[in-house]
């Protein structure tokens, strides 16, 4: 069975379409979040000596 064809826009609402598109002043995307410069050396926060540290604080 043929697939049914897709109404087409008319011309008016066509140029309506694109016009809006051309002049959407909403940002596309948020600039991503700034990095903390010494986790980014250290390339985490700590989670090495995390789980040992508290392991030795919670042990008598």
Do not use: F, Y
Request: without cysteine; glycine residues 8%.
């Amino acid at each position: 069975m043929p697939a049914r064809s897709s109404k087409h826009r008319g011309s008016n609402q066509m140029a309506k379409h694109i016009l809006d598109q051309l002049i959407d002043d909403t940002p596309k995307e948020e600039p991503p979040p700034a990095k903390n410069a010494a986790a980014v050396e250290l390339r985490r926060l700590g989670g090495k000596k995390g789980g040992a540290a508290r392991a030795a604080s919670l042990t008598p």
